[in-house]
């Protein structure tokens, strides 16, 4: 079994929609991700979240909200999805108990909004 | 603020060649660097990072990064490229002088190591 998990791994949907995108991982660390990837771009952080009562703004959160209903469970919601939001979704996690820890990832959740 | 630019979108090599990818870094205080690689309908992994200590840093796969702090630059390398390498690389960075507790990514290059 993978060790963080997204779901659902493909999704289409239509503009105004709410959609969720779910994350959750087994490898106990407390801090958790969401990136956006788009082409030429690269990754960018839209939400973070450093334990299940610390949850931050990353560079692109206009149009996001997120919930961390455990330590192992972390979600990005969409409540008005728009096209421009269509991209690949990733979620990823780290250690916070030894600094500089790499960050783990899933494998993505392929998003489009038509 | 911390960015970190990966200058060429592609880099082609012939397989057994020197490969290098490179990243520069903008930071106000001391850099974490790291490099991770994506294959095809995966996430992200992680290949070696750079915090403190000697300037070149071995991670995975055979892979290696020098750290050059005067021209502000983390180069992924290896000495003898494999088919099986071709994949999307990204450079990532963190300023540990300001405490932004989240890591910065460049735009990716996609290497293609020919046969």
């Known amino acids: 079994d993978a060790d963080v998990t997204q779901t659902p791994r493909n999704r289409i949907t239509k503009t105004g929609k709410r959609i969720m995108l779910e994350c959750s991982q087994t490898?106990?660390?407390?801090?958790m991700y969401w990136y956006r990837q788009d082409p030429g771009l690269g990754l960018r952080l839209i939400y973070y979240s450093f334990d299940v009562k610390d949850i931050n703004k990353g560079e692109i959160s206009d149009g996001y909200s997120v919930s961390r209903q455990a330590q192992a469970k972390f979600s990005l919601s969409l409540e008005s999805a728009i096209p421009n939001q269509t991209a690949l979704y990733f979620c990823?996690?780290?250690?916070?108990?030894?600094?500089?820890?790499?960050?783990?990832f899933g494998d993505g959740t392929r998003l489009s909004i038509l | 603020a911390q960015s970190v630019a990966q200058p060429e979108d592609q880099v082609n090599v012939a397989e057994g060649n020197p490969l290098t990818v490179k990243c520069t870094y903008s930071v106000s205080g001391n850099p974490y660097l790291f490099w991770y690689v994506q294959y095809p309908n995966r996430g992200l992994q992680f290949l070696l990072k750079y915090i403190t200590g000697d300037n070149l840093v071995k991670g995975s796969y055979g892979f290696e990064a020098e750290f050059n702090k005067s021209q502000t630059s983390f180069h992924l390398k290896k000495p003898s490229a494999l088919v099986s390498d071709s994949a999307l690389y990204f450079c990532?960075?963190?300023?540990?002088?300001?405490?932004?507790?989240?890591?910065?990514f460049g735009s990716g290059t996609r290497l293609q190591v020919q046969p």
């Open positions: 490898k106990g660390h407390d801090r």
């Open positions: 990532a960075v963190r300023d540990w002088d300001t405490g932004r507790r989240a890591l910065t």
């Open positions: 990823a996690t780290s250690d916070a108990r030894v600094s500089n820890q790499p960050q783990h």
